[in-house]
């Protein structure tokens, strides 16, 4: 029998979870964009628009410490960061777009190096997906292999009802257990009819197609078409759940400083520069080509996963109006 | 000025204005491209998704027939000219669709020597305006769905093009919000504009998108790309966020035309075109000059003279 949560209880739970001291995360206005931020109470909680940034930066932050580093009495001292001090995290509203991200990067994050910061903090938390009901005209998780309504990533899984309330389903035993010790807002029942989820304008990707093609098209005018008006920011890659990449940098001074991971993006020029000044990667149109290559044929030679949740964002905020989705749906159409 | 003598002010610019714009758009480019008088045309084919636009280099006249104008056509193409985007264009002449707020990147570039005059056929666009972000799309534009920046548009004409397409027609009764915004920032005390600018700048992650569609962002080692040594933290955090607001806002100084295209662009709606604007507010002030008007010989920051006031030096 699922679990019915009413929209109070949801945002009672919050409440509980913030006095248990657990980082709650969700979305929340923050001045005029919707971002996936801490949330205090759970009258924050704001589910009436996609976040502008997608809820990665949970597990992989935009900018994090990884060492710190100080010269005492002629002798370096380097200290690293206590990962243990992460809190214990649940993340509360993210659409299958952004859910699902997590079950796509572990398999990077844990290959042959272990990312321990970004395990660490996936072991230390809880995701409470919801399904989703808005949507627009950049959205096509459908065609990905997802769905509105989809379950991978979530721990546990709310369905928006015609009532404002959820049916919710314990997808994971870390969703099991957050029910099981928050009983009393959870009631039993089948509940209202679901909400209706929003028609995508997408038609299905055959993504094996795809990899195929790209397989074959290394070199293709394609890339060169789309990068004449690429202008090589990271806005596509910053705001999207399953792009990774990230640089290192120590900054401060030789002799105090901290070593910072932050986040990259394969459409900079300087992304390839080598220290002798060599750039394999040396216009714009074979950054974008990575761009592609690297989410739908390199992850999956990996990883067997397609590196895309069609969450839409690198479309709706690209500079120049390059849109991946229409660029699948020409590969497609061969 | 009697341009506003003379201006048709209306209610909404329906999609027929903007449909005759695109007739002329196109019947330039085929013609230019047919003569050989240009190697290609830069201009706007539309999206994918309803109400939406995209940059485009066309070199053929079955594509210069698709091109479109409409309230979507929001990017300043003049970037597509530029040392940052080179090799994109061929050798040779080309045509470009302009706003007036574009021509004024190109009359900004040609002083900067970065663009010769001869080098450009230029159609120019009479326009009404554009969308703002996050607006309804509907193909007519009003009040409601105008960009900020056209709300108080001095250059609705582009003057110096080779042709205009369209006449001037212009809404009726817009409020100067980023005018009145500046004021409201302008009169709060130190300490709170302080906390304004952090607030919002905590928010830049550093995508650098504002930088990548400026006209005169075209440094082949921008400053804030430097890591050895480090000259701006490159890490998105406050400091450095901070220091490459400031370096951007100091380098194009004087330069800036104010397109508006960097806060367009910004993914974390950081309002980038007030500091612009106060920036070119102090060069209007100290050397009477305002960027983009006309190509100059050198601009004021680029030029020594000896009567300029050095009161600064202590
Ligand atoms: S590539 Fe674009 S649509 Fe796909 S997940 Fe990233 S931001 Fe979303
Ligand atoms: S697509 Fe580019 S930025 Fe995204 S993960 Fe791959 S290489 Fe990195
Ligand atoms: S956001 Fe657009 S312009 Fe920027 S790198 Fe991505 S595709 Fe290119
Ligand atoms: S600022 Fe003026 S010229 Fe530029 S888009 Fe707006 S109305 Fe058109
Ligand atoms: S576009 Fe916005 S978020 Fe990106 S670097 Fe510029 S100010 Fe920061
Ligand atoms: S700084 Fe902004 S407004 Fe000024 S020219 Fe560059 S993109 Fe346009």
């Known amino acids: 029998m699922p679990q019915i949560i009413t929209e109070q209880n949801l945002r009672s739970l919050i409440d509980l979870l913030v006095k248990e001291a657990k980082l709650v995360v969700g979305p929340k206005l923050s001045g005029s964009v919707v971002l996936y931020e801490p949330l205090t109470a759970g009258s924050d909680l704001t589910l009436d628009a996609l976040p502008r940034r997608s809820s990665k930066e949970l597990f992989f932050p935009i900018c994090e410490d990884i060492l710190s580093y100080k010269r005492e009495n002629g002798a370096m001292k380097v200290a690293d960061v206590d990962r243990s001090k992460f809190p214990e995290t649940v993340l509360i509203g993210p659409p299958p777009c952004d859910a699902g991200s997590p079950a796509i990067l572990d398999a990077v994050m844990s290959w042959d190096y272990k990312d321990e910061f970004y395990l660490e903090r996936r072991r230390k938390s809880t995701i409470v997906g919801i399904a989703c009901t808005k949507g627009d005209d950049a959205c096509f998780c459908r065609a990905v292999g997802l769905a509105p309504d989809a379950e991978a990533g979530s721990d546990l899984f709310l369905t928006p009802l015609k009532d404002g309330s959820y049916s919710c389903k314990a997808v994971t035993e870390k969703g099991e257990a957050l ?115 690297h989410k739908f044929k390199y992850y999956d030679d990996k990883f067997g996963k397609t590196l895309c949740t069609g969450c839409g964002r690198c479309i709706r905020a690209c500079p120049v109006g390059i849109d991946i989705a229409d660029i699948l749906a020409q590969i497609n159409r061969g | 000025m009697n341009a506003k003598a003379n201006k048709n002010q209306v209610t909404s610019i329906e999609p027929a204005y903007y449909q005759a714009i695109t007739e002329a758009i196109r019947k330039e480019a085929v013609q230019i491209l047919k003569d050989e008088t240009v190697v290609g045309v830069v201009g706007y084919l539309p999206g994918r998704r309803k109400g939406t636009a995209s940059p485009a280099l066309v070199t053929t006249v079955e594509e210069a027939e698709k091109l479109i104008f409409s309230p979507a056509c929001v990017n300043n193409l003049s970037v597509y000219l530029t040392k940052a985007k080179k090799g994109v264009l061929k050798q040779g002449k080309v045509g470009i669709v302009a706003k007036g707020c574009d021509m004024r990147a190109l009359a900004g570039l040609m002083t900067e020597s970065q663009l010769q005059r001869e080098d450009l056929f230029i159609i120019g666009v009479v326009c009404p305006g554009v969308y703002g972000f996050g607006v309804e799309r509907t193909g007519t534009l009003t009040e409601a769905n105008i960009a900020r920046k056209c709300r108080e548009c001095t250059v609705h004409m582009p003057e110096g093009s080779d042709v205009a397409a369209g006449t001037h027609t212009e809404l009726a009764d817009l409020t100067p919000e980023e005018a009145e915004e500046m004021a409201r920032i302008e009169a709060m005390p130190q300490a709170e504009r302080w906390a304004f600018w952090k607030e919002h700048f905590s928010r830049c992650i550093r995508c650098m998108a504002c930088r990548q569609v400026c006209p005169f962002c075209y440094c082949e080692q921008c400053l804030c790309d430097k890591n050895r040594p480090q000259a701006v933290e490159s890490s998105p955090r406050p400091a450095g966020n901070m220091a490459w607001h400031l370096v951007r806002a100091m380098h194009l100084a004087g330069r800036c035309g104010g397109c508006a295209e960097c806060e367009r662009v910004c993914p974390m709606d950081i309002p980038l075109n007030l500091l612009n604007r106060r920036m070119a507010q ?8 305002e960027a983009g008007l006309t190509p100059v010989e050198k601009g004021p920051l680029n030029e020594y003279k000896e009567n300029d006031d050095q009161s600064f030096i202590k």
């Not at chain 1, 074959?216 to 705001?239: Q, S």
Request: proline share 4%; aromatic share 10%.
């Open chain 1, 179 to 293: 029910v099981a010790a928050h009983l009393n807002l959870f009631a039993e029942g089948a509940g209202a009819e679901p909400v209706p989820f929003v028609d995508q304008a997408v038609e299905k990707l055959d993504l094996v197609k795809i990899k195929k093609w790209l397989e074959e098209h290394f070199e293709d005018p394609l890339w060169e078409k789309i990068a004449d008006i690429c202008v090589g920011c990271g806005a596509c890659a910053f705001i999207c759940p399953a792009c990774h990449c990230f640089d290192i940098n120590d900054e401060g001074s030789t002799d105090d400083g901290v070593r910072r991971k932050h986040w990259d993006a394969c459409g900079f020029s300087k992304f390839t520069n080598h220290a002798s000044g060599h750039n394999p990667r040396d216009v714009q149109n074979k950054r974008y080509r990575n761009r592609i290559m």
């Open chain 2, 282 to 289: 102090e060069l209007k002030e100290l050397y009477d000059f």
